[in-house]
């Protein structure tokens, strides 16, 4: 099992080196074909139309390293909710179980972690931002460069603002070591921010790519971003406003919910954004996501690790004969769509169907499942958050038909199951609305910021010890608060 690395370098971090992921392969290649090995000071890069794809090419590289998308999410974003448990066996990585009770302290190492992954993915989009506009090159390149860099900020301090509350803005490059340590800006001057990035991201971002180019952000993934984040804020028109214009650029509902996860539907009609991880032949260190392997059946070949397990909770409370439920738990002893023989004894009853990869692709020598992708953003959610924004702005009308649209995918060729919602009363439908957003995201690490969010934590965490005015936030990583010489301060209550 891999460790979680204590210690944030900070000054390399703010100082921006260009390394690790920058590829040194030519431009020719998928975005995808990152040689991790190659190291280039940031002095000495950012000359050429070459230099700023590679920088592009390792900001989205960066999106699946380890503290971006395996144990540190899974703490931070999943492990909270009641949909989910530990996994794996009772004396593997206790630490989660921490999370899942909310009595974490700000020495865990995966807060340090998460902080981390998030704040060298910025300094990556910072690097663009600030230097990509100074090389000559084709000019709507660069302004397409600098607007995914900015999508690319505002997702990842979007994920700190909603885990951490106040968080260091960090947009420009620091001039000198005076300002290597920021301290906490309030939240609402980083949201703002947030929202300025994905307004400036929309305005240039294209529509759609070439094949080649499919996995980078898009037009449709900044408004859908940007609603999302108006959803947090409660601006319930904004919302509306900007799912609806996604409504019309022509993504729709995968009809087989769960094929939909599996790698050969890779970037699919309802696919807005998507963390892209692919096995690269003969380069295991480029195929590095671990998304898959640490949540896949455990005890088997080709498996994983079998973290982040759905509860039972989950499992009892999907309405009866929805296909979701078998589509998103793999149960001891079934037999997946995909063939594969679960075996009938182990250390889980359940593991995540939405990350699993067919056994037989495993390639021995590289990671289980390092060619699934992490879907960020998919349609049902602009439907959804669509039919919320109308409800909550007193349309209840047009929020059914949105409802309907995720269930009769949900729902299928049997009609006997999931009947259609028709209440107008806004509370019940809030309800309703609360209650598909569950079951059509489950083990997508939506559920628990979303139980935040909507005012109900105490009601749904608080027998596991969610405490209202604490537990809205995690704490402050205390490695960053010491190295920071006392410019961090803790959140109340840790």
Not at 331 to 349: H, L, Q, S, V, W
Request: glycine letters at 8%; hydrophobic letters at 40%.
């Amino acid at each position: 099992m891999k460790n979680s690395k204590n210690l944030f370098m900070r000054k390399a971090l703010v100082l921006g080196l260009i390394a690790s992921t920058i590829s040194i392969q030519s431009c020719k290649k998928s975005f995808l074909d990152v040689n991790p090995a190659q190291n280039t000071a940031a002095t000495q890069f950012f000359k050429t139309q070459d230099d700023a794809t590679k920088a592009v090419n390792a900001m989205y590289a960066n999106l699946h390293e380890w503290n971006n998308i395996a144990f540190a999410p899974i703490a931070v974003e999943s492990m909270g909710s009641d949909d989910v448990e530990k996994g794996s066996t009772a004396s593997d990585a206790t630490f989660f179980n921490d999370y899942h009770n909310f009595t974490i302290t700000a020495g865990d190492a995966q807060l340090g972690g998460f902080w981390k992954g998030q704040y060298q993915t910025i300094n990556f989009a910072n690097q663009i931002i600030t230097n990509v506009p100074g090389i000559s090159m084709d000019e709507s390149l660069k302004a397409r460069y600098v607007a995914e860099a900015k999508f690319i900020r505002a997702y990842e301090f979007f994920r700190l603002v909603r885990a951490f509350g106040d968080v260091p803005l960090r947009i420009t490059l620091p001039k000198d070591a005076s300002e290597y340590n920021l301290p906490r800006t309030p939240k609402d001057q980083v949201w703002a921010q947030i929202e300025k990035d994905l307004t400036d991201a929309a305005a240039v971002l294209p529509q759609s790519y070439s094949a080649v180019d499919i996995g980078h952000v898009t037009k449709g993934a900044a408004l859908t971003m940007h609603a999302k984040v108006a959803m947090y804020l409660k601006k319930w028109t904004d919302v509306n406003t900007y799912t609806t214009a996604v409504m019309g650029m022509g993504y729709s509902l995968y009809p087989d919910y769960e094929q939909m996860f599996r790698t050969t539907h890779k970037n699919n009609q309802e696919s807005i954004f998507e963390i892209q991880c692919n096995l690269i032949p003969n380069n295991p260190p480029a195929s590095n996501s671990q998304y898959s392997q640490v949540q896949g059946v455990r005890g088997v070949t080709g498996g994983g690790w079998g973290f982040n397990v759905p509860s039972p909770e989950l499992a009892a409370a999907y309405e009866t004969g929805d296909p979701r439920r078998d589509a998103t738990i793999i149960f001891r002893g079934e037999t997946t769509p995909e063939g594969d023989k679960i075996p009938a004894t182990g250390d889980n009853p359940m593991y995540n169907q939405k990350s699993y990869v067919p056994f037989a692709q495993f390639v021995s020598g590289f990671n289980e499942g390092c060619q699934q992708n992490k879907i960020v953003l998919r349609y049902a959610d602009v439907l959804l958050m669509n039919a919320e924004a109308n409800n909550e702005l007193g349309n209840s009308g047009a929020a059914l038909p949105l409802l309907e649209q995720v269930r009769a995918r949900a729902r299928g060729v049997n009609a006997g199951v999931l009947p259609k919602v028709t209440t107008t009363d806004q509370a019940a439908l809030r309800t309703a609305i609360y209650n598909e957003r569950r079951f059509e995201f489950a083990m997508e690490f939506e559920r628990y910021f979303d139980v935040i969010r909507q005012g109900r934590a105490t009601a749904v965490f608080g027998s596991r010890g969610w405490k209202t005015g604490k537990n809205e936030v995690w704490p402050i990583p205390q490695t960053e608060i010491d190295l920071s010489g006392g410019a961090l301060t803790q959140n109340p209550g840790y």
